[in-house]
Structures are given as structure tokens and as C-alpha cells.
């Protein structure tokens, strides 16, 4: 109890705090960097505010994040109240294993609560989904189909928040004087009426706190969102989880601020509050004033929160009755051309991405879907088409599919041409910074090579990793040769083991070469174009070994709630228009064949100068370097298998 | 009349029984059955590859609990020795940082690490690269050693240490805030008494203030080994693709590249069993007391 | 009774600017039970803090044996205490509550190859067991080993409480209100048993209690405390039959206080009246307040009386009537066998040594009057400790 003990203690606390408080301080000082890096000063500005305040996508996910958290708190601390008065009442023999069943989702892992309620969610609409579509087919009633969404976010919020309010609400049932209810009822009280009366106010302190902390959970919560919500619906966690695996943009830590600054807010007013209570309490000429001024802030507090979601609801919803959900990759569409077909249709784009093929797959079969528009890349169209997961498309509805050139119909994916429409194609290639390698790269050996330690960055998805070591070994990418494929693995695994991979992306990619985080990096060609245009340092090149080209298409599902206004969203796109600014946003190059060409115009007249023709190439690529190229075609099943395999195994290093 | 009242519990239970039961009952089945439909135990025997990640998570998990711990219990023991008013303030600031997304906190440190970071840039600005490089240099020439005098930047995302940072740093209040309130709530005279029957300091804390602090903290080493074990976040953001744990494994089973639910489950059920064995095993260490109040 | 033990010298102690203890001096003999007595917030709590070492005074000394135990942390006192609510070890059985203290390993010195050596002992288990038993037994827990502590009444706890601390074989033991969450019949009991342990040990007891009629009946000297101050130190009887002033004479029993006028040695006058009395050694003429005990009284027919006065109100107590009189607007409380109901007149006579004389002080003009006489009395009665705490307003429990 000594001054130097004393200050020690304050020392050490104050460390713990600056440890815990440094990283938001950051954060949030970034919010205001005139640059979208994170980590250079570059001047002040409010910029990052003001666009945060038009993403329809931050802002909507902030809209369900609240939402969420309001409902199943309100309605958890309801049904929990209820329960626990229940489980009070229980005999001892009852409640003893009901309250072990209600600590479950408490003690378990959030993930393994977030993968079990999914899967329920998937069985339980896989057969409701499958008794009405024969209820429908054989008796023409119109049984909708059911898909996860903001209903089962909200029943996952609630089952987990339930148990809290549990916790907070049965200690005040302990506590209180087992003949209040009776005294009440002795008086006159119904027992409803003394519960209303009695014993509500008296456990009031416990569903308070109950209440704050189902939101707090509510809000806090990322793994079980990211399992339930399905692939439509997203949280502000599940928004910047998205975000931190493309091009991180400082919006992020715009929210990042407005959140914090708001919640320090509150938790000063609620404190000052408080602490004027309890000071009252000692002086009970104040306590009377501090009663009604302590009922008017709480009316206060509502307000204010149900004119935050007021102004949400404005923000994030134009009034469209009619929506399409898609879900494309990320940083690939002009967000231009989103608005601009909201705009000329009225139909509401909930646009989504997907990391890569096989995730985007794993979202459809097991999200119990919910998206209209897909944009696989050619195998995956093939494999989704074979496990019957697409719907032919109606190409009356369609009429700019003739703009397509024909070279990009009727290939191998779908060779009837039913069930895709080609979005873009490209090439795989290698992104290197000049700045940090000695000599030009043209091999993919460049990718095993323990030279580079630490300096590569692999695509993260295992069609394109495993191809790039079969491509290098000179071996078909469509290859069926399990000796081949674990060969190409094996290249990959050693490079691994000896510590090549500083790690594997997918459009993290964009940050860490921009910012020369790496030196070397497996992507697409239009991809670099994008980066490129931020660090000139950076080359592409597809390798002497020949690469990949690919067709990304789209897609309508077969389950899709709006088939039509996906065929008006897929027409739109078609468009020569759409083509142009689209190509001129991600660079990647456009299966229309008069917008391809006419590109290089269109960029003169944008930006006043003649366009690089090896960007144009790289872009484009050429007759020749195209000839070196293989597509992928999808692999039988047990070749599927083995790809996930060897996936999974070369993750765990 | 007390039968009666119990039945307020019945929407809950029958709630429980489809939210909770039925969906840990699919995972068991999931499990235990293949793709194709039909029950094996193959999702079983292909996990035999990945006790790699096993043993990685719960050596990650370990140890981020055991630096809370090390942090976490001093610092409750502070707070609760201070006047009512810093405790106040003290809880609240603690707790804060919860009320943001931890995805956000978790992201707040990648800046930080990455090797154009901040605390690299940092590093370089105070010439620390210049000073390693030399030392090495100086070394290599008097010793014959080979270290590298090309240092540019400490690598410090994408390992290990990042994602028990990580972990350390989201986690941490979950284990002082049970800490505390046990410390706080506990009553100044036992440790009075302790020292009137002869205890020195040391042995008062020893023999009266630790066991009695037990509950709270092994509710403290739950709260935090239960999330570090399965976390698929952290380890992605600060980790890269370099670290792989429990969660992202079951990650890659569900919504990832590898679609697999049947696996996913499978490394779930497991993954449970052995946490809850772990707990079961530490509450009967610490005599099952019931769980700390958690706020 | 032995020789001198503990003694006090000029305490002060002060907490946040505010002045708790005043200059206390205090002298505590071996084997003596004695009792720190007073109001809440008196600072009989701080002093007995002060000698169990959790407490560092200001400023004085505390002396034990002549040498000086300022700075003497508690577990190197031959003191121990039993705490307000107990403070018992919640995570262990009675048993181990017991052998909590013995169980510390006690540095001895020793003779070892010529050379005085520090060493770290600890006791055998079989004289811990032996012990224990034996202070079980002490205070009637025989049998109760193994229970936990959530487990026992609150006399039983109060009993491990006793047992814990006398196992160490101290030279003092303080009580810090220790009967106080115990109900009245058990008071009861437990003063009694107090009592005989204390005696049975043969060690000095330092007891705080804000009763009076606990300090009545178990100690042999009372220091009654106010303000911070030492007010009286005394026997029993000495308290009660000499108050030193008013609130003393207030605070311990019940009195009627009045104002009066010391003429000469043995004569007071008051009520416009010269009474005969024991006292002496006031100056001529001096002001002084006079104690008359309700119980002193004797009621006699009017024309008998030295004063008359009106029944304004009696209360049946038992033994006893409370008889409330009003003497010319100045009410009295008088105890007595006999009835008389409200309105009647009587007479009373009081004879010299019913009437004790003490100096005006501080306190002189705030009691004594039965006016307000239902709540006043009510008041005095059952102060439970709980309820003190409540209001958390007890300068004492307020430490840093």
C-alpha cells in the first residue's frame, strides 16, 4: 500500500490501457488521412466520411447490424424474462439440466453454434423448399421458397442472446422476498397484476442488464452472423471482413470511428446518469428530480436511437419493390453501372462478392442460395450446370446477348449455350514489382523459387494454385492424372515449406502489391491493370509455360427468387455502354466484341491520351499469346475431391 | 400454483430444443455420415491429416490465455484495490473496446504489423534496421557469422505471434472482468484476518485471496481459451494463410474452397468434445463452482 | 487483574483531512476485558484497528510491553481479532478456518553451530490437529470439523470466528462488535460465553460495542469514546454511578439531565429548590449539569414531595413502569413499581445520593429531557449493525 507500490500498480494499468486503446486510436486518426493509406499521413480530410455516408453497402450492413441487435435483445430480454420466471419456478430436478441445455450456446465455440444452426437452417429449407415445389407443381399453389436471410440472423441472435438475459435476470429472482407476490395477492393483485406491479419493477436492475448485454453481444458478434445470415443479408462485421479481403478502403475506419465516438458517448451519459443517482439517493430532495430527469433521458435514449434507425432506413432504402441479387467477385463492376441500372429500371441491386469460385460455390449450395445473378468462371458454370444448380435462360429476355462475339459462345462449359452469358475473359499471369526483383520474370518457376522467400504471394483458390504448378510442369490444367496432380502439389508444398509464401491471397492482393508488402504474385491480368494504375513499378507477364484464359459468366440460379429482373440485369450489362465503362473501371477484357475494339477510343476521349498498346495487350491478350493458353474445364468428381484434398492439407503447412 | 408458473418456460424450452439441440444433433449426424448420404466414419478417419491444426490452435489458444492470465489477473487485483471511482471508470474503459466489432479491433492492428506498417515505419524512422544491420555486420566480420545485414523490415503479420496478439488483444477483458469482479466483491476483512493470524502478504494472497479468486478466474481462462481455439478470424486477418487453426479449417469446410460439411462437422464434434473435456477437467480442478457473472 | 499490557499515547488519526481519533491515550491491563464503547463513528472501531496493526496512527504511539508497535504489520502482534461479520474463509471447512493461522510457518531463532539462526517452522500436524480440537471444544463446535462455512448459524460462525483467533495462543484478542447480527436471546448467550472464555484463557479481551448494556455486563473497565474523544474510563459501576457528563450519562442508561447551581460543597440547587448532595470541589456559584437516574426516584403522595409534577404518559415495561412527569414543562422519566395513571399529580422525593453533579460540557443542554420521549427511547434500543451499514455513512468502514 506503499506510494512506489501504488505507483507501480498505476502504471501497469495504464500500460493495459494504452495497449488496449493504441490500435482504435490509430484507427480512428487514419480515418482522416487525405490517402487511402493506412499507414502514411497525407493531410486531413473528411472525405472518407462523406463517401462512407453513399455506400449503399456499409451503410445497409450498419442498418441490419442495428436492426439485429435491437430485435433480439428487445425480444430476447422479453422471452428470457419469461423463462427464467419459469425455470425459477421448475423443480430443482428440472431446471438443473434445462439451464445446463440454456449455458450450450454460452460455453460452445461460436463457431461450432454458427456451423450447427446453418446447417439446420439448410436442412430445414432444403425440405420445406422441396415439399413446396411439389405442392406447387402438382397442385398450382404458390408456396414461396425459403432462403437464409435477415429471419434466421435474427432467430440466431436471439437463441444465443437469450442465455444471457437468463443469467442477468435469475439472480434477482433468488434474491428477492419470496412473499411479495403473495403480499401483493393478499391485497387484490391478480397474479398477473403482481407480476406487473411487484416483481417486474423488483427484477428491473436484472433485465436491464440483461437487455445491455444481449446487444452488446448482438452487436459484437462477427462468427455466428457470417454462418446464418446467408448470403444475401450483412452485417457491418461481416461487411468489413468482406472488405479486408479486397483492397482496403480507409471507409472502414471511418465507421470505425463514428461507432466508437458514439458508444463512448452514450456510456458518458449513462455514467453521469447514474452517478447522479446514486448521489441523489443520499439526498432525497434530488431524487425526486433526478427520478423524472432519469425517465426522461431513457425517453430520450429511445429516441435517439429510433431516430438513428429512421435515418438508416432513408439511407439505405429506396423505395424499390423490385430487387436483384448478385454476386460477382470483388472490385469487379463499375458501381456506376449498378446505380445507373437502379436508376433506369427501379430495380434494387443487392450486389455481394464472392472470394472465388469454389467459396461462391460453397455459399450456393449451402446458403440455401438467395442469389439471382452468379458470375462463375467457365469450369465452375460447367460443374454448377451438371449438378443442376443453373436455370436455362430465356434469351428473348436478352436481346444484347447478340452483341457477344461468337468466340465466346457455345464453349465447352455450356456448350448448348442455356445457361450463361459471357461477362469478361482474361488471362492468368504473373504480377511482379520491378522495384524488387533483379531480373524480369517470365516463368513460373519464379513461384518456387526459394530466392524469393517470403516475397510471394499465391492465389488463394485451388484450381489456379494447383494449375500454376501443372501449368509449370508442363502438364494439362484439365489433367485427370491423380501422379500429375499431386506432383504439381508436392511443388507447391515444398515451396511452402520452405517458406516462399509470404502468404495466399485472393484480392487482398491489391493492397499488399500497391504498397510493395510482396514482390511476386499469381493473378489476373485485368486485376494488374487496376494495381498498375497505383504503382507503376509493377509488370505483368504470362509465363513462357503458357497459361490459363478464362470466361467469367453469367449465371441465373435455378432457384433464383427473380428470375426476370436477373435476365433485365444481364441484358443491361450486355450492353456496349455498360461494356466500355465497365472495362474502363476493372480492365478486365469485355466478350462484346465492338466494345473491346472500340476501347482504345473510348480512352483517348476519356483521358485525352493514346492508350499504352502493351496495356491494351495485357488487357486483350493477342492471338498468339492466347494460343499458349488453356482453359479449365470441369473435373469429374473424384478429381474434385482431390483438389479439395491436397486444398485443404497444403492450408494446414 | 408453482407447476403453473413453470410453464412460462415452455416456449423457451421448446425454442431450446429446436435452436439449440436439434442443431448440435445435425453436427453429430453430419459427422457421422458421408456425402452421398449414408452413415461412416471416414469424416473421422480423413481428420487423421489435420492433428497439425489441432495442435496448432490449442498450443495458440494455450498460450494467449496463459499471457492473459499473466496480464489480466495483476491488473484486476490493481483495479480492485483502487477507490470506487477509478474502479468505475476502470470497468468502463475496459469494457469499451468491446462495444466496437472485435473485426474492427482485429483490424486496427494490421496496419500496425504489416511490414510497411506502422510500427515498421517506426522502426525504420528511429534507424533501429540501420543499427540490427550493423550490429549483424560487426558480427559477421568478427565472427565469421552469416546474419543478414539487409534488414529492411521485421516480419510480423502472418505469424504466429501475430494472431496470439491478436487474440491477446480482443480477448483480454474477458479475462479481467471476471477477475474483477471476484477480487472486487470480495470481502476486505478475510484478508484482514489472514494477516491477523500471521499470513505475511505473500501468503495471505497465497492462501485466501487465489483460491477464493478461483471461480473468477478459470470463468476468465474459459472465456478466453473457449473463443482463441476457434477463432477463424483473427488468425486470417493477422495471420494470413500462414496460420491455420481449428476455425479456419472448419471455415474452409463450410463456406471456404474445400466444400465439405460432412468434414466440417465431423472437426466441430470434435473440436467440442475436447473443450468440453478441457472444462470439465479445470472446473473439477477448481471445485465446479457456478460461473462468474460475465459483465 | 495483571500488570500493564497495551498502552495508547496521544493518538490521532484523521482520514481525508477529517479527524477521527483525537489524541487518545489509553492504558489496557493483561487479562483485562475491556470495552471500547459509543455511538457509530465514535472511532472505538479505528482504536481497535489501530492496536490490531490494520491501522497506522498520524500521529502517538502505540506501545505494547513499553516498545513501540507503530509500524508492526498485524501478523508480528500477539494480537488477534474477531471481525465484525467474521471475515471466515469461505473456500475452507471449519476445521481448516481454525488451523488457518497455525498453519503459517513462524520464523524462530536458533542456536545452530554457535550461530543465531533465522529458520522457518512450521507446526507438526498433530499438535495442529490437537489444537484445534481443543479450541473446537472450547467453544462448543466439537463435531463440527467438516462443515463448510455457509453451512453453520450465525453463533456457530461466530464461534469459529472466536476459536480461529484464540488458537493462536494471542496475548490480546479484539472483538469488533461481535454480537452485533446475532438476535437478542443469543446476545445473550453469547455475552455469557464471551465472558467464560475469557476468563477460561486468562488473556485480555478488547471489545467494541455500541451497547451499553453488553458493555454493562460483560467488561471490567468501559472507555467510553464520542467524537473521537475519550469521554470516561471506568468500572462499570463507575460509569453508570458517576457520569463525567452529559452524553455519558445519556449514553449509559437512562437519565434525566437538568440544569443546576453548585452553591457549596454537597449543595446544588435546581428548580429553584437547594437539594443536599455527595459532590464537592466545584468553584462557588459554578453552573453544573445534574444526573438524576429514573430508577433513583421515589415516588410519594404530593404533599410529601420535594417537587410535584403532572403523569403526562406510562408504559408498562414488566418489571417496572416508565412514568413520565412533567415538572413545570420539563419532562422526566421515572422508573416505578407502582402505577400511576396520566393526570395525576405526585410528589417526589429525591435524597442526596440519587443526585450525581457533573461539570457543563459540550454536551451540556442536549439530552436528558423526556420531552420527545417515544422516539428518544425507542431509539436507544435496537440499533442493529446492519443497519448502520446500510448507511454506509460510518467514518470508520470509509478507510483511505
Known amino acids: 500500500m506503499n506510494g512506489k507500490n501504488r505507483f507501480g500498480g498505476r502504471l501497469a494499468m495504464v500500460l493495459t490501457f494504452l495497449f488496449l486503446y493504441a490500435p482504435i486510436f490509430v484507427l480512428m486518426v487514419f480515418s482522416f488521412n487525405d ?25 445497409n450492413s450498419l442498418y441490419t447490424t442495428l436492426l439485429v441487435a435491437l430485435l433480439s435483445s428487445l425480444i430476447a430480454t422479453v422471452a428470457g424474462t419469461f423463462a427464467a420466471i419459469g425455470f425459477f419456478n421448475m423443480k430443482r430436478r428440472v431446471r438443473t439440466p434445462l439451464m445446463t441445455i440454456n449455458n450450450i450456446p454460452m460455453t460452445n465455440a ?52 437469450i442465455p444471457y438475459v437468463i443469467l442477468s435476470v435469475m439472480p434477482k429472482l433468488r434474491q428477492m422476498d419470496k412473499n411479495l407476490v403473495e403480499a401483493a395477492q393478499d391485497l387484490g393483485c391478480t397474479w398477473m397484476g403482481a407480476f406487473f406491479k411487484v416483481v417486474l419493477p423488483e427484477i428491473k436492475p436484472g433485465v436491464v442488464n440483461g437487455l445491455l448485454i444481449a446487444f452488446t453481444m448482438s452487436v459484437d458478434d462477427f462468427v455466428i452472423s457470417y454462418f446464418t445470415a446467408g448470403p444475401t443479408t450483412s452485417t457491418l462485421a461481416m461487411t468489413i471482413y468482406g472488405m479486408t479481403k479486397k483492397r482496403i478502403s480507409p471507409k472502414i475506419n471511418a465507421v470505425s470511428t463514428l461507432l466508437f465516438v458514439t458508444v463512448l458517448l452514450l456510456l458518458v451519459i449513462v455514467n453521469l446518469r447514474e452517478m447522479q443517482q446514486s448521489r441523489a439517493k443520499k439526498d432525497p430532495r434530488r431524487a425526486a428530480r433526478s427520478a423524472a430527469s432519469s425517465r426522461r433521458g431513457t425517453i430520450l435514449g429511445a429516441g435517439a436511437l429510433a431516430a438513428v434507425l429512421l435515418a438508416l432506413i432513408l439511407l439505405s432504402r429506396q423505395n424499390n419493390s423490385r430487387v436483384v441479387n448478385v454476386c460477382g467477385w470483388g472490385e469487379n463492376i463499375d458501381p456506376a453501372l449498378i446505380e445507373q441500372f437502379q436508376e433506369e429500371t427501379g430495380i434494387r441491386v443487392n450486389y455481394q462478392t464472392a472470394e472465388g469460385n469454389e467459396t461462391m460455390y460453397s455459399k450456393v449450395v449451402l446458403g440455401g442460395s438467395g442469389y439471382d445473378v452468379i458470375v462463375p468462371s467457365d469450369y ?198 455498360a461494356c466500355l465503362a465497365n472495362m474502363d473501371y476493372i480492365w478486365y477484357a469485355s466478350p462484346n466484341v465492338q466494345a473491346l475494339a472500340d476501347y482504345p477510343a473510348y480512352y483517348e476521349e476519356l483521358y485525352g491520351e493514346e492508350m499504352d498498346p502493351a496495356l ?26 482431390l483438389y479439395k484434398e491436397l486444398w485443404t492439407v497444403l492450408g494446414i503447412g | 400454483m408453482k407447476n403453473r408458473r413453470s410453464l412460462f418456460a415452455l416456449p423457451y424450452v421448446v425454442w431450446m430444443a429446436l435452436f439449440v439441440v436439434a442443431p448440435i ?57 483502487e477507490g470506487p471511482r477509478f474502479q468505475r471508470v476502470a470497468t468502463v474503459l475496459i469494457m469499451l473496446p468491446m462495444w466496437m466489432n472485435f473485426l474492427l479491433r482485429t483490424y486496427a492492428w494490421m496496419s500496425i504489423l504489416e511490414n510497411t506498417g506502422l510500427l515498421n515505419r517506426l522502426f525504420s524512422a528511429i534507424r533501429l534496421f540501420d543499427l540490427v544491420n550493423a550490429v549483424s555486420g560487426a558480427l559477421n566480420s568478427a565472427f565469421g557469422l552469416k546474419l543478414a545485414t539487409d534488414v529492411q523490415y521485421f516480419q510480423m503479420i502472418n505469424t504466429s505471434g501475430a494472431v496470439v496478439l491478436g487474440m491477446v488483444y480482443n480477448y483480454l477483458p474477458f479475462m479481467i472482468l471476471p477477475i474483477y469482479s471476484v477480487l472486487a466483491k470480495m ?98 480442478f477448481g471445485e465446479g463452482e457456478e460461473q462468474a457473472v460475465m459483465l | 487483574m495483571g500488570r500493564e499490557l497495551i498502552r495508547l499515547v496521544d493518538c490521532c488519526m484523521s482520514y481525508d483531512g477529517e479527524q477521527v481519533l483525537d489524541h487518545i491515550n489509553l492504558y489496557i491491563n493483561d487479562r483485562e476485558f475491556l470495552t471500547l464503547l459509543g455511538p457509530s463513528g465514535c472511532g472505538k472501531t479505528t482504536t481497535l484497528r489501530i492496536i490490531g ?25 500477539q494480537v488477534n481479532t474477531v471481525f465484525q461479520r467474521y471475515a471466515l474463509f469461505p473456500h475452507l471447512n471449519v476445521f481448516e478456518n481454525v488451523a488457518f493461522g497455525l498453519r503459517i510457518p513462524k520464523v524462530v531463532e536458533e542456536e545452530r553451530g554457535g550461530k543465531t539462526v533465522k529458520r522457518k517452522k512450521k507446526l507438526p500436524e498433530k499438535e495442529i490437529q490437537e489444537r484445534v480440537l481443543e479450541m473446537l471444544e472450547v467453544v462448543s463446535l466439537k463435531g463440527f470439523e467438516n462443515r463448510r ?71 471490567d473497565t468501559i472507555v467510553v469514546m464520542d467524537q473521537g474523544r475519550i469521554q470516561q474510563i471506568g468500572t462499570p459501576e463507575d460509569i453508570y454511578n458517576e457520569p463525567k457528563n452529559a452524553f455519558v450519562a445519556d449514553f449509559i442508561g437512562e437519565s434525566n439531565i437538568l440544569d443546576g447551581i453548585m452553591h457549596e460543597d454537597y449543595l446544588v440547587e435546581f428548580f429553584n429548590r437547594k437539594f443536599k448532595c455527595l459532590d464537592k470541589g466545584f468553584a462557588p456559584m459554578e453552573p453544573v449539569d445534574v444526573v438524576i437516574r429514573p430508577e433513583d426516584v421515589d415516588i410519594v403522595p404530593v404533599e410529601k414531595g420535594q417537587l410535584r409534577g403532572t403523569v403526562t404518559a406510562v408504559t408498562f415495561k414488566g418489571v417496572h413502569y416508565d412514568t413520565i412527569v412533567d415538572f413545570k414543562g420539563f419532562k422526566w422519566l421515572i422508573q416505578t413499581t407502582d402505577f400511576h395513571p396520566v393526570g395525576e399529580v405526585i410528589g417526589i422525593v429525591l435524597n442526596p445520593d440519587d443526585i450525581h453533579i457533573m461539570h457543563k460540557s459540550q454536551y451540556s443542554g442536549m439530552f436528558g429531557d423526556y420531552s420527545s420521549y417515544s422516539e428518544e427511547y425507542d431509539e436507544m434500543d435496537d440499533v442493529t449493525l446492519l443497519d448502520e451499514e446500510a448507511d454506509g455513512e460510518e467514518a470508520e468502514d470509509d478507510e483511505e
Not at chain 1, 37 to 43: I, N, Q, V
Not at chain 1, 125 to 150: D, H, I, K, R, V
Not at chain 3, 57 to 69: N, Q
Open chain 3, 149 to 219: 462455512i455457509h453451512e453453520l448459524s450465525g453463533g456457530q460462525q461466530q464461534r469459529v470466528a472466536i476459536a480461529r483467533a484464540l488458537v493462536n495462543r494471542p496475548k490480546v484478542l479484539l472483538l469488533d462488535e461481535p454480537l452485533g447480527a446475532l438476535d437478542l436471546r443469543l446476545r445473550k448467550d453469547m455475552q455469557s460465553e464471551l465472558k467464560r472464555i475469557q476468563q477460561q484463557m486468562g488473556i485480555t479481551f478488547v471489545y467494541v460495542t455500541h451497547d451499553q448494556e453488553e458493555a454493562l455486563a460483560m467488561s
Open chain 2, 25 to 81: 444433433l445435425l453436427v453429430v449426424v453430419y459427422a457421422f455420415s458421408s456425402a452421398a448420404g449414408g452413415a461412416t466414419l471416414e469424416n473421422f478417419r480423413d481428420m487423421g491429416g489435420y492433428w497439425v491444426v489441432f495442435l496448432r490452435s490449442f498450443e495458440l489458444a494455450v498460450v494467449a490465455t496463459a499471457v492473459c492470465l499473466v496480464i489480466g489477473y495483476p491488473i484486476s487485483y490493481l483495479m480492485a484495490r
Open chain 3, 53 to 77: 496493526g490494520f491501522t497506522t496512527p498520524v500521529a502517538g504511539e502505540v506501545l505494547f510491553d513499553g516498545r513501540r508497535m507503530n509500524d508492526i504489520p498485524p501478523h508480528q502482534r
Open chain 1, 380 to 577: 465452375m458454370v460447367s460443374q454448377m450446370r451438371q449438378e443442376g444448380l443453373l436455370a436455362e435462360l430465356d434469351f428473348a429476355n436478352i436481346p444484347n446477348f447478340s452483341l457477344i462475339d461468337d468466340t465466346y459462345k457455345h464453349l465447352s462449359y455450356d456448350p448448348e449455350n442455356l445457361y450463361s452469358v459471357p461477362y469478361t475473359w482474361g488471362t492468368l499471369g504473373i504480377i511482379y514489382n520491378t522495384a524488387m526483383v533483379d531480373e524480369p520474370i517470365t516463368s513460373w518457376s519464379a513461384l518456387f523459387d526459394p530466392q524469393y522467400a517470403g516475397q510471394v504471394l499465391m492465389i488463394n483458390n485451388p484450381r489456379d494454385a494447383i494449375g500454376v504448378g501443372l501449368m509449370y510442369l508442363g502438364y494439362s490444367v484439365n489433367t485427370t492424372d491423380e501422379g500429375e496432380i499431386r506432383e504439381a502439389y508436392q511443388l507447391l508444398a515444398e515451396a511452402r515449406e520452405q517458406g516462399v509464401y509470404q502468404s495466399f491471397v485472393m484480392d487482398e492482393v491489391y493492397d499488399k502489391m500497391e504498397a510493395g508488402e510482396a514482390a511476386i504474385a499469381v493473378y489476373y491480368a485485368g486485376d494488374f491493370l487496376a494495381m498498375y494504375e497505383n504503382n507503376p513499378d509493377l509488370a505483368f507477364v504470362v509465363p513462357q509455360e503458357g497459361s490459363n484464359w478464362f470466361v467469367d459468366a453469367m449465371c441465373v440460379l435455378k432457384d433464383a427468387p427473380h428470375k426476370e429482373a436477373a435476365e433485365e440485369w444481364i441484358n443491361f450489362i450486355c450492353s456496349t455502354d
Open chain 1, 110 to 161: 461460436d463457431i461450432v453454434t454458427g456451423v450447427s444452426m446453418c446447417l439446420l437452417f439448410v436442412a430445414a429449407f432444403g425440405a420445406w423448399n422441396s415439399f413446396a415445389q411439389q405442392m406447387n407443381e402438382a397442385n398450382g399453389t404458390s408456396l414461396p421458397s425459403l432462403a437464409m436471410g435477415f429471419g434466421t440472423l435474427l432467430i440466431a441472435h436471439i437463441t444465443f442472446n
Open chain 1, 616 to 641: 491494351y495487350a495485357i488487357m486483350a491478350a493477342p492471338e498468339e499469346v492466347l494460343a499458349g493458353c488453356e482453359a479449365y474445364d470441369a473435373l469429374p468428381a473424384e478429381t474434385n475431391d
Open chain 2, 187 to 284: 470481502d476486505r476483512s478475510l484478508l484482514e484476518a489472514a494477516r491477523d493470524l500471521g499470513a505475511s502478504p505473500a501468503a495471505a494472497f497465497r492462501r485466501v485471496i487465489l483460491p477464493l479468486s478461483l471461480p473468477g478466474v478459470l470463468s476468465g481462462v474459459t472465456m478466453v481459451f473457449v473463443p482463441s481455439v476457434s477463432t477463424f478470424a483473427i488468425s486470417r486477418l493477422l495471420g494470413g494463410s500462414n496460420v491455420m487453426l481449428l476455425g479456419n479449417l472448419i471455415e474452409l469446410q463450410f463456406t471456404g474452397s474445400s466444400y465439405d460439411p460432412q468434414l466440417g462437422s465431423a472437426i466441430s464434434l470434435v473440436m467440442m468434445v475436447i473443450v468440453v473435456a478441457c472444462m470439465y477437467v479445470m472446473n473439477r
Open chain 1, 35 to 59: 490517402s487511402s493509406s493506412r499507414t502514411l499521413w497525407k493531410g486531413f480530410t473528411l472525405d472518407w466520411y462523406g463517401e462512407l455516408f453513399q455506400d449503399g453497402i456499409i451503410i
